[in-house]
Every structure is written in structure tokens, then in C-alpha cells.
């Protein structure tokens, strides 16, 4: 088992910044894949970004592609999701999720994702 859990989410401004982390505990972190994915009202869950085993794999969606980054600390068990440049329609619960894949590759489908976190909610005012 793994658990997740998330922090950081808040209310900002169009243009404003966040950092959002998420702790894991359980397994061994650095043997998980990391995504983070988000869920506006009445919406399906999204892929936003997603980091490989060892960092050195990074992909975004095509909306926030040079506006967030992700990245870990596996000795800190901890994955980040860096916001800038934040507009309203990213607002939404963001979560992040762990799949077992210690291999290069990353992994943008919510199926295969193994474990969630309880989300953290982003707001941003126009």
C-alpha cells in the first residue's frame, strides 16, 4: 500500500503562483511512476502532468505545458507540481497518483494508476 497525501491548493489570481506537493508513504517511493491529475465541477478526471521513477521523464498536457512542472525529491518521498502563470480554468480538486513502474517511462492515463491521494482544491479568480 501507498498513501498519498496532498497540500499546497489554495485561492490565487489569474497570473498567480502555487506549488503543490504530495507525501507518500508505504512502499518504496522511488519504485512509482508519480502523475498528477485534476477534476473541475462536472468534468472527468484529467492528466496534467506525470514524472518517471527517477525524474529524469516528464510529460504535460498540452494546457499547462510551460506553465507547470513537476519534479520529486524520492528522499523526501514527496512530488511537486510547480503553477505559474495560473488562469481560471485551472481551477479544480488536483490529485495525485502513484503507479509501480520503476522503468524510464511515465504514464498520462488515470486507469493505470494504482493509488490516489484525497485531492487539494485550486482556485483561481479571474
Known amino acids: 500500500q501507498v498513501q498519498l497525501v496532498e497540500s499546497g491548493g489554495g485561492l490565487v489570481q489569474a497570473g498567480g503562483s502555487l506549488r503543490l506537493s504530495c507525501a507518500a508513504s508505504?512502499?518504496?517511493?522511488?519504485?512509482?511512476?508519480m502523475g498528477w491529475f485534476r477534476q473541475a465541477p462536472g468534468k472527468e478526471r484529467g492528466f496534467v502532468a506525470a514524472?518517471?521513477?527517477?525524474?529524469?521523464?516528464?510529460y504535460y498536457a498540452n494546457s499547462v505545458k510551460g506553465r507547470f512542472t513537476i519534479s520529486r525529491d524520492n528522499a523526501k518521498n514527496t512530488v511537486y507540481l510547480q503553477m505559474n502563470n495560473l488562469k481560471p480554468e485551472d481551477t479544480a480538486v488536483y490529485y495525485c497518483?502513484?503507479?509501480?513502474?520503476?522503468?524510464?517511462?511515465?504514464?498520462?492515463?488515470?486507469?493505470?494508476?494504482?493509488?490516489w491521494g484525497q485531492g487539494t482544491q485550486v482556485t483561481v479568480s479571474s
Open positions: 497518483g502513484a503507479v509501480y513502474l520503476p522503468s524510464r517511462a511515465v504514464v498520462t492515463s488515470s486507469r493505470e494508476y494504482d493509488y
Open positions: 508505504g512502499r518504496t517511493f522511488s519504485n512509482y511512476a
Open positions: 514524472i518517471s521513477w527517477s525524474g529524469s521523464s516528464t
